[in-house]
């Protein structure tokens, strides 16, 4: 979905304006822009856009396109698909990619302005590439009490008891209004599980002159017929299977483009799941996701 948009400023004053936005300022939170089979690394995020670094077509230059983006969490990430206008820059220094929101307000808001929110209150902190929640406490330090005699520590050892069994009455009696209440919420949302692999890509610009998605470990998994003449055999690196073809014998593709993705045995399954704000938020604060499959 491309659409050419009439008045646009330089690439570097679209990224500009967006840092000195005071209106919506852009934080320097980390995540990854997804749009036309490239993975962007992104490196500042507001409200109305954002700004990030990668190669890009400079012919999607003031085009709309439709775009993920994933932010990465210690062991789940969260991806939200946003429809953006893009400024590529084609100058001496190329890298520097701006974009905005076609709709600020479309159903990407919500869970943008948790995630933006939650940085900024501090309960979002960044190390390295991925974001973590701050679970980080002050611990006020004990003051030293008067001494006490076993007649203090018998009566608190009695208060303690009492309160204990009327505590294991009251947990015995709400146990289930508890479970199906408090400790669970339903997220009826689809989901999307897949096993991840390696990609095997295109080395060079050129043609598919050979493939073989059966092709044992060391032997010749594609040849590539190269634009400058060359013939480039890419070996299987694994005894492993295919989850993917991206293309056939024959076609041409640029560099980088995936031909072949491994399937291995050792990677753990990757789950897509949509959630509400109420959910996300339950992550968040550590909260177990239980996925139940429709069939059983």
Same mark, same amino acid.
Not at 11 to 40: G, K, N, W
């Given at each position: 979905m491309q659409s050419s948009l009439a008045t646009q400023p330089s690439p570097e004053t679209a990224a500009e304006q967006l840092r000195s936005s005071t209106e919506h300022p852009v934080m320097p939170i980390r995540f990854e822009l997804l749009v036309q089979d490239r993975r962007l690394q992104g490196?500042?995020?507001?409200?109305?856009?954002?700004?990030?670094?990668?190669?890009?077509?400079?012919?999607?230059?003031?085009?709309?396109?439709?775009?993920?983006?994933?932010?990465?969490?210690?062991?789940?990430?969260?991806?939200?698909?946003?429809?953006?206008?893009l400024r590529v820059h084609d100058g001496p220094d190329q890298g520097e990619i701006a974009f905005t929101f076609h709709d600020p307000a479309g159903s990407h808001l919500p869970q943008l302005r948790f995630v933006l929110?939650?940085?900024?209150?501090?309960?979002?902190?960044?190390? %390295?590439? @991925?974001?973590?929640?701050? /679970?980080?406490? *002050?611990?006020?330090? +004990?003051?030293?009490?008067?001494?006490?005699? &076993?007649?203090?520590?018998?009566?608190?050892?009695l208060r303690y008891a009492a309160v204990a069994a009327l505590s294991m009455g009251l947990v015995?009696?709400?146990?289930?209004?508890?479970?199906?209440?408090?400790?669970?919420?339903?997220?009826?949302?689809? %989901?999307? @599980?897949?096993?991840?692999? /390696?990609?095997? *890509?295109?080395?060079? +610009?050129?043609?598919?002159?050979?493939?073989? &998605?059966?092709?044992?470990?060391?032997?010749v998994a594609f040849s590539l017929l190269s634009t400058t003449g060359a013939m480039l055999s890419i070996k299987m690196p694994c005894d492993c299977g295919i989850s993917g073809l991206a293309?056939?014998?024959?076609?041409?593709?640029?560099?980088?483009?995936?031909?072949? /993705?491994?399937?291995t045995d050792t990677a753990p399954p990757k789950i897509q799941?949509?959630?509400s704000p109420q959910g996300l938020q339950a992550v968040l604060n550590g909260d177990t996701i239980e996925l139940a499959f429709e069939d059983g």
């Amino acid at each position: 979905m491309q659409s050419s948009l009439a008045t646009q400023p330089s690439p570097e004053t679209a990224a500009e304006q967006l840092r000195s936005s005071t209106e919506h300022p852009v934080m320097p939170i980390r995540f990854e822009l997804l749009v036309q089979d490239r993975r962007l690394q992104g490196n500042g995020l507001s409200l109305t856009g954002g700004t990030c670094q990668g190669l890009l077509d400079p012919s999607l230059d003031g085009s709309r396109q439709l775009a993920v983006l994933q932010f990465s969490f210690d062991g789940f990430s969260i991806s939200l698909p946003a429809e953006i206008a893009l400024r590529v820059h084609d100058g001496p220094d190329q890298g520097e990619i701006a974009f905005t929101f076609h709709d600020p307000a479309g159903s990407h808001l919500p869970q943008l302005r948790f995630v933006l929110n939650s940085y900024i209150a501090g309960d979002l902190v960044q190390i %390295a590439d @991925v974001l973590q929640v701050n /679970t980080q406490t *002050r611990v006020k330090p +004990a003051r030293p009490g008067a001494r006490r005699g &076993p007649g203090f520590y018998a009566a608190q050892s009695l208060r303690y008891a009492a309160v204990a069994a009327l505590s294991m009455g009251l947990v015995a009696i709400a146990a289930s209004t508890v479970q199906s209440r408090v400790l669970s919420r339903l997220e009826a949302y689809p %989901a999307v @599980v897949s096993m991840p692999g /390696t990609t095997l *890509r295109a080395p060079a +610009a050129g043609q598919i002159d050979y493939l073989n &998605p059966e092709a044992a470990k060391g032997d010749v998994a594609f040849s590539l017929l190269s634009t400058t003449g060359a013939m480039l055999s890419i070996k299987m690196p694994c005894d492993c299977g295919i989850s993917g073809l991206a293309v056939e014998e024959g076609a041409t593709i640029l560099a980088g483009e995936p031909v072949l /993705t491994l399937l291995t045995d050792t990677a753990p399954p990757k789950i897509q799941a949509t959630l509400s704000p109420q959910g996300l938020q339950a992550v968040l604060n550590g909260d177990t996701i239980e996925l139940a499959f429709e069939d059983g």
